[in-house]
């Protein structure tokens, strides 16, 4: 994955270790059965998927409750997702 | 409504393609019969396709839900032995992926003679751990949070279904696509169907499989990881096991080339085996 300063400043990540890691890696492993099990295909077959809750691990370790809404987008011919993350209750 | 017509409508069941022989896809927990939208028509010109939805997930009947009959892995058994029975087939080849895997498992030990081949894609007999014999993957606070998330937030861990459950009536066009949409759940009846999946101990039926069974175990799948497929592997007298290229846990929507490719492998072998058989 790739993350922007948004994300590592509020999630409390250096960039450069998030680079060539799973966004699901990052979650809790009740969330990344989830994630598995309905986001990830949801959102291949769909394109999108929108306003998903799920805890993830930040930089210090602390929880962190994020909702995540996600599409698929072509950059240079590559299929990618683009996840937009925000904090959650 | 006859008893099979309502067999065929409680499952959604969906009957493609133009060859005599069947192939059965059973989707996993999370999801429904469009997960095999990459993967099926692949298939079609040879075979005939039977598709359907678990009750609970894409376009089942949500009134034949039965919290008691699926409150176990057997209750689901029994509706893919009705749905064969509907469609009069037998001599299947089942392809089910995840806990359908195990589902057609029970099936499979239950009417034997319906079925001709297993193709278990990501399957476990059982997630939580039991060390020291067995690794599952989870330990049992892992599930017990999940279950509990299931229970009292559904409405955020399925997402796109939240509007409707908040109920959105004045605003049809997201109705029509939500209605639309792949990959749909009852995050109700998931929660039970969850604690059917996640807290299932079949570990004892794994000897008793009689069908020719191929297993398909993905990379890096947390799911179902290595340890269980190696386990499924030693337990099913017999069965022939492929580790994929393909990551995570639903290969047949994140590598369906790679899953095409795999499944026509094996049949084309067992086909050819049974040519031997019959020309020896």
Not at chain 2, 118 to 143: A, H, K, M, Q, T
Not at chain 2, 144 to 152: A, K, N, Q, V
Not at chain 2, 158 to 187: H, T
Not at chain 2, 250 to 264: N, R
Request: proline content about 4%.
């Amino acid at each position: 994955m790739e993350a922007d300063e948004a994300f590592c400043t509020l999630f409390g990540y250096l960039s450069q270790a998030l680079v060539g890691i799973r966004f699901d890696s990052l979650l809790t492993k009740v969330s990344q059965i989830l994630f598995q099990l309905h986001f990830s295909p949801s959102l291949r077959l769909n394109g999108k998927s929108d306003g998903v809750q799920f805890t993830l691990k930040s930089g210090s370790t602390e929880n962190v409750q994020i909702v995540v809404s996600a599409r698929a987008i072509l950059i240079e011919n590559d299929a990618c997702y683009e996840l937009l993350v925000s904090p959650g209750r | 409504m006859s008893d099979k017509r309502s067999v065929l409508n409680r499952n959604h069941v969906t009957v493609k393609g133009k060859g005599d022989k069947v192939i059965v896809f059973a989707h996993g927990f999370g999801c429904d019969q469009s997960m095999w939208r990459f993967v099926a028509p692949a298939f079609e010109e040879q075979w005939k396709i039977v598709l359907f939805d678990f009750v609970g997930s894409g376009s089942s009947d949500k009134k034949a839900y039965d919290p008691v009959r699926y409150s176990e892995l057997s209750g689901y058994a029994a509706d893919v032995l009705e749905i064969c029975e509907a469609l009069d087939i037998q001599n299947i080849v089942y392809v089910g992926h995840s806990v359908a895997a195990l589902i057609g498992i029970l099936a499979s030990v239950q009417s034997p003679a319906l079925f001709d081949q297993l193709v278990l894609i990501g399957p476990s007999p059982r997630y939580i751990n039991d060390l020291p014999d067995y690794i599952g993957g989870f330990e049992r606070e892992d599930i017990e949070g999940l279950l509990r998330l299931m229970d009292t937030d559904y409405a955020q861990w399925s997402g796109y279904l939240a509007p409707i459950i908040m109920g959105n009536g004045d605003r049809p066009a997201l109705a029509k696509e939500l209605e639309e949409s792949f990959c749909k759940v009852d995050p109700e009846i998931a929660s039970v169907f969850a604690r059917a999946t996640f807290l299932s101990d079949h570990r004892d039926v794994l000897p008793k499989v009689a069908t020719p069974t191929f297993i398909m175990q993905c990379t890096e799948d947390l799911i179902a990881p290595l340890e269980v497929g190696a386990y499924m592997h030693q337990q099913i007298r017999g069965s022939t096991f492929r580790m994929m290229e393909a990551t995570g846990h639903c290969p047949h929507v994140s590598h369906p080339d790679e899953t095409v490719a795999l499944i026509s492998e094996y049949l084309r072998e067992v086909q050819a085996g049974t040519d031997k058989v019959a020309g020896a």
